[in-house]
C-alpha cells in the first residue's frame, strides 16, 4: 500500500474496526477500548497517515485558521507584529491567513467577506478602520456582522461600541518616555512631526506631547507639531515646512510619529546641512537600528503583542474571566540619535 493512498478507510480495514473508531481513536474524545486504540495507532503510525485537514476541519467544525487584516505590510510595524503573532500562532496548531488592504477601506471590506467565507475561526486587525478617531457607520456594522460568527482582535486599535477584543502598546506612556528622555538631555524645545490628525494612533501621541510639555512647563508652537503623514516621504516633507514656517526659532529636538517619519527628517536635515536636531522614532523597527546615526526609539513589545493576540482569540469562547482590552508598557531604546547628531 502506498502512503499517498493511504485513507482512513484503509486504516480501519486493516485493523478491523470501522471507520468510525477510527475517527474517535484520532478524536481521542471517545471511549474505545486500549486494545484497539493501540492497534490503530501502531497502523497511524507505520503508514505516517495524517487526517485530512478539510474533512477533520468539518468534523470538528473548526478550521484552526486565524484571519490577519493589516493595512501595509511594508510598513515594518505592521509586518513585525504579525511575524511575532504567525510564529506564536503555529506552536498552537493555528496557521494565519494573511491579507493586505494596502489602506483601502473597500479591501477591508472584501477580505471581511472572503476570511468569512473561508470560515475561518476568528479574526485580527490592525489599522484602517480600528484606527479612526471617527468611526464610519457602514465599516462598524461590517465588522458587527462579523462578531456575530466569530471573535475579533484589534491589535493597537479599538471602536467604542464594539463588544470584541483588544491588546495595546501604551502610546501615551511611550511619549512620556521619550519627553522624559529628551528633558534629562537639557532639551526645553521639542517638536513632533508626522501622522494624520484623526488616526487614533496619531492623536493619542499628539495628546500626550501637549500634556507633557505642560507639565513641563516647555513651549508648545503650532508650528512644531506637522502632520505630515507616516512614510519616509512626509519625513522630509515636515522638515522643509517646519524650516519655511519658523526660520527664527526652532526646536532642538524632534520626535516621529514613527521611525519611517523620523528617517525621513535625518534625511532630508543631512541633505540640508542642518545640524541642530537631535531625533527620537517610534516602533524601535530594524531600521532604526540600522539607520547611522541609530535612532532612539519607542518599542512595543512585539513578542507580547502577537501573543497575547492569538490567545485572546483561542480562549475567546471561555473567556469569562479574561480581560478583553489589554493594554501593554512600552521602553525605550536609547541610541546615539537623541545626542545633538553630526550629520
Not at 89 to 118: D, F, H, P, Q, V
Not at 165 to 193: C, F, M, N, P, Q
Not at 251 to 256: D, E, F, M, Q
Request: proline residues 3%; charged residues 25%.
Amino acid at each position: 500500500m502506498k502512503q499517498k493512498s493511504i485513507t482512513i478507510y484503509d486504516i480501519a480495514k486493516e485493523a478491523g474496526v470501522s471507520s468510525a473508531t477510527v475517527s474517535r481513536v484520532i478524536a481521542g474524545n471517545y471511549p474505545v477500548s486500549e486494545k484497539t486504540r493501540k492497534k490503530v495507532l501502531d497502523l497511524i503510525d507505520k503508514y505516517d497517515y495524517h487526517p485530512n485537514a478539510v474533512a477533520r476541519s468539518l468534523t470538528k467544525k473548526e478550521t484552526k485558521m486565524i484571519g490577519f487584516v493589516l493595512p501595509d505590510i511594508t510598513n515594518p510595524f505592521f509586518s513585525q507584529v504579525f511575524i511575532e503573532a504567525e510564529k506564536y500562532a503555529l506552536t498552537k496548531g493555528y496557521t494565519l491567513i494573511l491579507c493586505n488592504s494596502m489602506n483601502s477601506s473597500e479591501m477591508e471590506s472584501k477580505y471581511l467577506r472572503i476570511l468569512s467565507e473561508r470560515q475561518v475561526e476568528g479574526m485580527i486587525f490592525m489599522g484602517g478602520r480600528i484606527n479612526k478617531t471617527f468611526t464610519d457607520v457602514v465599516e462598524v456594522n461590517e465588522l458587527l456582522h462579523v462578531l456575530d460568527k466569530m471573535p475579533v482582535v484589534m491589535i493597537n486599535g479599538k471602536i467604542d461600541g464594539l463588544d470584541c477584543y483588544s491588546v495595546r502598546t501604551d502610546e501615551a506612556r511611550g511619549i512620556e518616555l521619550v519627553i522624559d528622555h529628551l528633558v534629562s538631555l537639557g532639551h526645553e524645545k521639542i517638536g513632533l512631526i508626522g501622522g494624520v490628525k484623526g488616526v487614533t494612533t496619531t492623536d493619542i501621541k499628539v495628546e500626550a506631547y501637549k500634556n507633557l510639555l505642560s507639565k513641563y512647563r516647555l513651549t508648545f508652537r503650532d508650528s512644531w507639531q506637522i502632520y505630515s503623514g507616516f512614510d519616509v516621504q512626509t519625513g522630509k516633507e515636515a522638515i522643509n515646512q517646519l524650516m519655511e514656517s519658523d526660520k527664527e526659532e526652532l526646536p532642538t529636538a524632534l520626535i516621529g510619529i514613527n521611525d519611517l517619519v523620523i528617517i525621513g527628517a535625518l534625511k532630508a536635515c543631512r541633505q540640508k546641512r542642518i545640524k541642530q536636531f537631535s531625533f527620537v522614532g517610534f516602533d524601535n523597527t530594524d531600521l532604526a537600528k540600522n539607520s547611522s546615526p541609530e535612532i532612539t526609539s519607542v518599542s512595543h513589545p512585539y513578542s507580547e503583542l502577537g501573543k497575547k493576540a492569538i490567545d485572546l482569540l483561542i480562549n475567546a469562547s471561555k473567556a469569562n474571566s479574561q480581560r478583553k482590552d489589554i493594554l501593554i508598557a512600552p521602553y525605550l531604546e536609547v541610541r546615539e540619535s537623541s545626542g545633538l547628531t553630526k550629520l
